[in-house]
């Protein structure tokens, strides 16, 4: 029976028992693992984490936080001996995660902030220095690079990205990461929510967790069972318990080539929009009401006006207000889309040729 499994075998067979405990075969055999256990997760993905402290360059190293995520102290940080250069131990403000063989690292831009150093301390308490590779504020995305020094060894593990689109709510999530300083720490729990927005930027589709995360679990990777990363812990609810946030990977491997060359550059048409007023049922919210057309802008130059509901952007349906700054972010910068709209009731098709927006 479910309720007669030991606390060992759930321990060491937790997907077995959560088969179980969800309706699966309640006597005989269990059913053949297809997934990793916690334990052996957790031993096979602690070389991919690292935990991060950085020197800051100023003063207000509280700065560079988004909204919704509580206070972290800057870390006393021993300056380096001379002869060697050699990081010296310091207490850790976030987590990174190791993505090529390289030493390409991701973490949050809040976690390296204005920083004049950054250190990375392995799973092994290897120490490395780092370079800040590409950094988007708007997505609260850095990506570094470790220097080995000589005798280090200079080829890195690195984690397996899955497929954020496919997860599902209700499946385990096991994060790994340095809350309080505490490195290499792994809490449990399920994916609670897709798509969540923080209100802090207009391309948040966060992934929710009860997993515990705190300070320092920042930049530290959420992992299904099968020991895929689906996304990058950044926030929490500080109101709340067991309400965490992280980055979908697949969100961040858009990202990843244009980090690599230090800068993301976001498509634009100048438009400002809100939500469609004339949406009578709550649970929808079709279209992109344009309130502002910026003059001598794309979206001017292709005729769209003030009172245009936006529908469908390059072929892809505007569903709810949120759609549309991501799908003209993410579109090739120069690329002439279709844009289908409603004016005063009536269906159009316009293009437009999108621009780069401009921080």
């Known amino acids: 029976m479910c309720n007669s499994i030991s606390r060992a075998r759930y321990a060491v067979a937790l997907t077995s028992a959560a088969l179980c405990l969800i309706g699966g075969p309640a ?46 102290a800057p870390p006393t940080f021993p300056p380096a ?23 390409l690292m991701l973490t949050n831009n809040h976690v390296i902030g204005r920083s004049d150093r950054i250190v990375a301390t392995l799973w092994n308490g290897e120490q490395y220095q780092a370079d800040l590779v590409g950094r988007d504020p708007k997505t609260d995305l850095a990506l570094i690079r470790l220097k080995p020094r000589e005798g280090q060894p200079t080829t890195f593990p690195s984690a397996r990205l899955g497929d954020s689109d496919t997860a599902e709510v209700g499946e385990w ?8 300083g505490l490195e290499q720490t792994l809490t449990i729990g399920i994916l609670s929510g897709k798509g969540r927005a923080l209100g802090s930027s207009p391309y948040e589709e966060y992934l929710q967790t009860d997993a515990s995360i705190n300070p320092g679990n920042s930049g530290g990777p959420l992992f299904n069972i099968t020991g895929e990363v689906i996304g990058l812990a950044t926030a929490i ?35 400002t929009v809100q939500p469609n007023p004339a949406t009578k049922d709550a649970a ?76």
Do not use: C
């Not at 946030?245 to 230090?262: D, R, S, T």
């Open 237 to 271: 609810n500080p109101s709340g318990q067991g309400i965490g946030f992280a980055i979908p990977i697949n969100q961040i491997k858009l990202l990843l080539p244009q980090l690599k060359q230090g800068k993301v550059r976001r498509g634009w048409i100048g438009v």
């Open 173 to 180: 999530i096991a994060a790994i990461g340095t809350p309080f």
């Open 81 to 103: 001996t001379p002869e060697t250069d050699e990081p010296t131990p310091s207490p850790s403000v976030g987590t990174g995660l190791l993505i090529s063989p390289d030493g």
């Open 27 to 72: 006597d005989g055999a269990p059913p053949p693992l297809t997934a990793t256990t916690f334990i052996e997760l957790a031993k096979a993905q602690r070389p991919v984490v690292a935990s991060i402290s950085t020197l800051p360059a100023h003063s207000d190293a509280q700065g560079a936080l988004p909204p919704n995520h509580p206070p972290v």
């Open 284 to 359: 929808r919210h079709d279209g992109a009401l344009v309130t502002e057309v910026m003059a001598g802008g794309p979206a001017a130059q292709a005729g769209l006006a003030r009172g245009d509901l936006i529908v469908e952007f390059d072929r892809v349906p505007i569903s709810q207000l949120r759609d549309l700054p991501r799908r003209v972010a993410t579109t090739e910068i120069g690329k002439t889309v279709a844009v289908t709209l409603l004016r005063n009731g009536r269906p159009l098709t316009v293009t437009v040729t999108v621009g780069e927006l401009k921080d």
